[in-house]
C-alpha cells in the first residue's frame, strides 16, 4: 500500500474522522516516526545518524489552516497550505505539483482536505505519472457529501512489484466506527507487519470542534 490516507464521518454522524499512516520498505523511509507539533504532524528521522535523502519523506503529513485540515503524503501539504491562505483552492494547489520523483515508481501524490466551515465536506486528490517513463502527470480529485459512518480510502501502491504498480479507480469505500481507538486498531492490524511504520487518526466533534488523536509509532526509544 505504501502510504495511505481515510477521510470520512463516524457512525453517529457527530466527527469527521481522517487516518493517514506511512510504510517503509528501505532503511532510509523506515527511519522515521510521526511527531505532533500543535494541530499540525510532521515526520522527523528515528535516527539522526541513519538518514541518508531527507527529501521525500520527512515532510508536514497533516496542517490545519482555520477551519480546513491538509492531509498528504508529501510536501504537497506546504504547496495546499500556501494556496489556501492567497484565497486559491485545493485543486489549484495541486495544479502545481506532480507524482514524486523516485523512477522507476514514480510514487503518487495523495492528498486530501476536510472543510469543517459550515457543512463538513471533504475532498481527495491523487496525481499520477501518465506512462512508466514519467513523461506528464495525470491528476484527479473527489468530492465527496459525507455519510454517517463511511469513508473513503486511497493509497499509493496496489501490490508489490518492480516498478510498484500505483493506485488505480475511485478511493474505497470503507467503514467508520464512532471509536477512534478501535479505528485505529482496525487500520494498524491490518497494515503489512513488516513494512508499516507509523499511523495517526484524529476525530473532530462538528459542533463543539473538540479533538481527539490517536498516534501510533512502530519504532520508539523502548523499541531499540
Known amino acids: ?15 469527521a474522522v481522517f487516518a493517514d499512516f506511512i510504510m517503509g520498505r528501505s532503511e532510509n523511509s523506515r527511519n522515521r516516526v510521526f511527531a505532533e507539533e500543535g494541530e499540525n504532524l510532521r515526520t522527523k528521522p528515528f ?11 520527512i515532510y508536514y503529513p497533516v496542517k490545519v489552516v482555520g477551519k ?11 504547496t495546499i497550505e500556501e ?23 514514480f510514487t503518487p501524490r495523495i492528498s486530501g482536505i476536510l472543510n469543517l466551515n459550515g457543512e463538513f465536506t471533504y475532498s481527495m486528490s ?8 514519467g513523461s506528464g502527470c495525470n491528476r484527479f480529485t473527489f468530492d465527496y457529501a459525507p455519510l ?4 473513503h480510502f486511497i493509497h499509493t501502491y496496489v501490490t508489490d512489484g518492480d516498478p ?18 478501535a479505528f485505529a486498531k482496525e487500520i494498524w492490524e491490518n497494515l503489512d507487519p513488516d ?11 462538528l459542533k463543539t470542534g473538540k479533538t481527539e488523536n490517536v498516534l501510533i509509532n512502530r519504532y520508539t526509544k523502548e523499541s531499540l
Not at 535516527?47 to 519523506?57: G, H, M, T, Y
Not at 491523487?126 to 517513463?133: F, V, Y
Not at 454517517?148 to 469513508?151: A, E, L, T
Open 1 to 15: 500500500m505504501g502510504r495511505g490516507l481515510v477521510i470520512g464521518k463516524s457512525g453517529n454522524g457527530e466527527k
Open 148 to 151: 454517517n459512518g463511511i469513508g
Open 195 to 205: 513494512n508499516k511504520i507509523s499511523l495517526y487518526c484524529r476525530s473532530v466533534d
Open 83 to 105: 494556496n489556501l491562505k492567497k484565497g486559491k483552492c485545493f485543486r489549484h494547489a495541486l495544479s502545481t505539483r506532480e507524482f514524486e520523483p523516485d523512477a522507476p515508481n
Open 68 to 78: 480546513q485540515i491538509i492531509v498528504t503524503n508529501g510536501d504537497q501539504t506546504d
Open 126 to 133: 491523487i496525481l499520477k505519472s501518465a506512462d512508466a517513463q
Open 47 to 57: 535516527d539522526e545518524s541513519k538518514v541518508k535523502d531527507p527529501s521525500l519523506i
Open 164 to 181: 510498484l504498480p500505483t493506485f488505480t479507480g475511485e478511493p474505497e469505500r470503507v467503514k467508520i466506527p464512532d471509536d477512534l481507538n
